[in-house]
């Protein structure tokens, strides 16, 4: 009974699709040229990270203007579902289960350039929707918490520093809301799938009150202010780039296994702005538009022959920890698939929000 | 009419090459269906493995359908690389549990498996679904709990972007295949062409390396089917042989045949200078024109000979009256016949045609009777008779010729046809060809030319002439 009213109210929250935040970028000519184009792209991605990207675009392409629309990962599947076929020209999220949701229902217009051609197998799917970056899933320690303890490595390390230091960690511990933050759902699941520690840590994180955020930010904030002591499963770019601000904050990749997702962007068949949206996913995928990922914003781009400390190569070089990319591809569905959502929301909520209860 | 001119080697090259043809286009047909099918197959195998994964996770608890799908399942779809899936799981009442919900339903002409009674009952299907051709594959699967019972569909569907890569892979390889058989084929079929004509092309060379001259028969060795035109060609050089010694030998004896009166002549000629007596000489004169008449006539029958052999030849054969030309020789001749106090009856017993050359016919004649005139004696009378044939060869027409000379024994029946042969004992002058150009002209006419005894004594020469070359009137 009770599931079933999760279920209604995440029905609901679906439903009130946030509208998101508008965010203009002009080119120089863009108000002067005889012919001005337009590109609107809908994405996942906090506006500062994705800004550099718009800006050396307009740079090499001055009289286009960039409309970008930032939602929460499933608010953009949810408002691309709602408002089809009035769809932007192209998509960018994290959260690959819903991109393949949404290229598997036959929206994504299939697209090959030299670009999409250099790009590894394992980083596109029918040649409809592309992986751009290559971003490690970590866990973020405030240190001022260990108190003499070693870093812990891995999550079997992280659960018993946990459990020796109970109290500390009491309702300090930070978590995606995997009802409302795709993400935080995808990277659940795969846990789910890939973990034998994965029981224990659901165990320990409900009977220690963590507490749920609504993105990668605040839930990085949060860290940072000393809100939550550890952020299990953010996103490495995010997690490095608040590391470099605040020198209590450590940056984990679990050495028993790093999860890797990826970004990916596809254009909907119903785009208006085909030429632009080609245009635009070429440089993202070439070494110029990677190459600005990795200088100037804190995604890693999955160009491999890009350099830098956000670069795939220096990735590797920098931790011993098996990188395990999520699959992407249709294995994806099964994170899509309502039943198994229902059963894993019904099992969080259970270990995690009834102890809110206690 | 058709072409004058075949090639054996184009018939053999055309007719090969339409086998050849043929066959590798069934094969290849065959091969994209077997390639279509067997893709159908693995890819249908894999959408099953799926869907029987999909059926192990769904069950009754507390009566309520509990779903949890093995990701599992979703790797086996994900095996066809770049093909969309779609799947939905439905209640009793069709009403969608998870996945897709607008799913097409299995038609009633979907394709029904059901290998055995553990497996569910298979409806395989194809349609389109979300812009693209779709296999689908439903099973039901009951679920029981204590005393509660329902049942679930399961549909899972694939796009066919692997399955027709797969059939294609397998159906370029058969073509690759096929390919280098064709060419080898081609080539044997080259080869063996060759070889299976150069016993021909040795024939020729044989014939064509030989003097004009050799007419020895072919000694080369050759395949069984070509003997009889090794055989055909030997017998025609045979006959030629023949025919060439016969000629031989006929222009011996003509040449000697006409050189011994000759010599005579020319004997009496020097006789009758050197004589001075008037009457002996008169006489020796009469002599020498008396031979110059036998020498006339023996060159007179050898030009009709030459010339009969010459029309038979050219001239085309024509329907002629045989009483007609029977009654007209026996006219010209009665006159000339009782000059030697012999006469000629002519008896006809029935109207005949007959197809083939009056002027051979009337030589035949000719020479019979005046045959039958010479052996006769004085008073004596030669009966010349048309008579309808009796007996085994109905609508014959038999030509007889009676006379009551001395006849002829029976040894020399056969030796009197020959050419220039004449009898030890034979006192009447005579070219010794006019029996051997009647039995050649009664050949022309497909007629049987024979000797008999009269009775009491003399000969009946019968000409028998026999359908279709003769026909009553």
Request: with cysteine; hydrophobic share 45%.
């Amino acid at each position: 009974m009770k599931s079933c009213i999760l279920l209604l109210a995440w029905l609901i929250m679906a439903s009130m699709v946030h509208a998101g935040e508008l965010y203009r970028h002009a080119g120089r000519q863009h108000a002067t040229t005889e012919a001005p184009r337009t590109l609107v792209i809908h994405g996942a991605a906090d506006h500062p990270a994705v800004a550099p990207l718009f800006e050396a675009f307009l740079e090499s392409h001055p009289a286009f203007e960039i409309l970008y629309t930032e939602f929460s990962t499933l608010d953009l599947y949810h408002h691309f579902i709602d408002h089809h076929p009035a769809t932007p020209d192209l998509v960018m999220s994290p959260a690959m289960d819903l991109q393949i949701k949404l290229v598997n229902d036959g929206y994504a217009l299939p697209y090959q350039s030299v670009h999409t051609e250099a790009l590894p197998d394992w980083a596109k799917w029918r040649n409809e929707v592309f992986g751009f970056t290559y971003e490690p899933i970590v866990i973020a320690l405030n240190t001022q918490v260990l108190q003499g303890e070693p870093l812990p490595q891995s999550r079997t390390q992280l659960i018993n520093l946990i459990r020796t230091l109970r109290h500390r960690f009491h309702g300090r511990i930070g978590l995606l809301d995997i009802e409302t933050v795709g993400l935080g759902y995808l990277t659940w699941t795969h846990d789910s799938q890939q973990s034998r520690t994965y029981g224990r840590l659901i165990e320990v994180f409900g009977s220690l009150q963590a507490r749920l955020y609504p993105n990668s930010s605040t839930l990085l904030e949060a860290v940072d202010r000393g809100e939550v002591m550890v952020a299990y499963n953010v996103l490495g770019s995010y997690a490095r780039d608040w590391a470099q601000r605040n020198d209590d904050l450590a940056v984990i990749l679990p050495t028993d296994y790093t999860s890797v997702i990826m970004r990916s962007a596809f254009i909907p068949k119903a785009a208006s702005r085909l030429a632009e949206a080609q245009l635009f996913l070429d440089f993202l995928l070439s070494t110029r538009g990677q190459q600005v990922l990795a200088n100037a914003s804190s995604l890693n781009p999955i160009d491999e022959r890009v350099t830098g400390p956000n670069s795939i190569s220096n990735l590797r070089r920098s931790t011993q920890s098996p990188l395990r990319p999520i699959p992407f591809g249709l294995e994806l569905l099964l994170q899509t698939d309502d039943a198994k959502r229902h059963l894993m929301l019904e099992e969080w909520s259970h270990s995690i929000e009834s102890s809110f209860a206690d | 009419m058709a072409r004058g001119v075949t090639s054996i080697r184009r018939q053999l090259v055309y007719l090969s090459l339409l086998l050849l043809v043929t066959s590798t286009l069934a094969a290849y047909l065959g091969a994209k269906a077997y390639g279509d099918r067997a893709a159908r197959i693995s890819f249908d195998r894999l959408m099953l493995g799926s869907i029987l994964q999909m059926a192990e996770s769904i069950s009754l608890l507390d009566g309520e359908v509990v779903i949890d799908l093995p990701s599992s399942a979703f790797g086996i779809l994900a095996m066809a690389q770049d093909d969309r899936a779609f799947y939905g799981i439905f209640g009793p009442d069709n009403q969608r549990l998870t996945g897709y919900d607008d799913l097409p339903m299995p038609p009633s002409d979907a394709t029904r498996i059901s290998a055995n009674p553990d497996m569910p009952v298979q409806l395989y299907y194809y349609d389109n679904y979300r812009g693209e051709r779709v296999r689908f594959l439903t099973i039901r699967k009951p679920l029981i709990e204590d005393d509660r019972a329902t049942e679930v569909a399961i549909t899972v569907g694939q796009t066919l972007r692997a399955r027709q890569a797969l059939a294609d892979e397998i159906s370029l390889l058969v073509l690759q295949f096929v390919i280098a058989f064709t060419c080898v084929g081609l080539l044997l079929l080259v080869f063996g062409i060759r070889k299976i004509l150069a016993p021909l092309r040795q024939l020729k060379l044989a014939i064509a390396e030989r003097s004009p001259v050799d007419i020895q028969p072919l000694r080369i060795p050759v395949p069984r089917e070509i003997e009889p035109l090794l055989d055909t060609i030997n017998h025609y050089m045979a006959q030629l042989d023949s025919t060439l010694k016969r000629l031989e030998r006929f222009t011996a004896e003509a040449a000697h045949q006409i050189r011994t009166p000759l010599a005579g002549l020319k004997s009496q000629a020097e006789n009758a200078l050197e004589e001075s007596e008037a009457t002996i000489r008169h006489q020796q004169l009469l002599q020498v024109v008396t031979s110059a008449n036998l020498l006339a006539n023996t060159v007179n029958q050898l030009l009709n000979q030459a010339t009969l052999a010459h029309r038979f030849q050219s001239e085309p054969r024509i329907w002629v009256s045989l009483n007609e030309v029977v009654e007209s020789c026996c006219r010209e001749l009665v006159v000339w016949a009782l000059g030697q106090q012999v006469e000629i009856a002519y008896l006809s017993e029935g109207e005949f045609r007959l197809k083939g050359d009056d002027f051979a016919l009337r030589q035949m004649l000719r020479n019979l009777i005046e045959n039958a005139v010479k052996y006769s004696s004085a008073g004596d009378i030669v009966e010349v008779a048309i008579e309808a044939g009796k007996g085994a060869s109905p609508g014959s027409a038999v030509l007889l010729i009676r006379d009551q000379g001395p006849g002829i024994p029976d040894a020399e029946k056969e030796r009197v046809f020959e050419r220039f042969y004449r009898a030890q004992d034979n006192a009447h002058p005579g070219s010794g060809i006019g029996l051997a150009i009647a039995r050649e002209v009664a050949e022309h006419h497909y007629a049987r030319l024979r000797l008999r005894d009269n009775v009491p004594k003399g000969l009946i020469v019968e000409v028998s002439f026999y359908p279709p070359t003769v026909q009553a009137v």
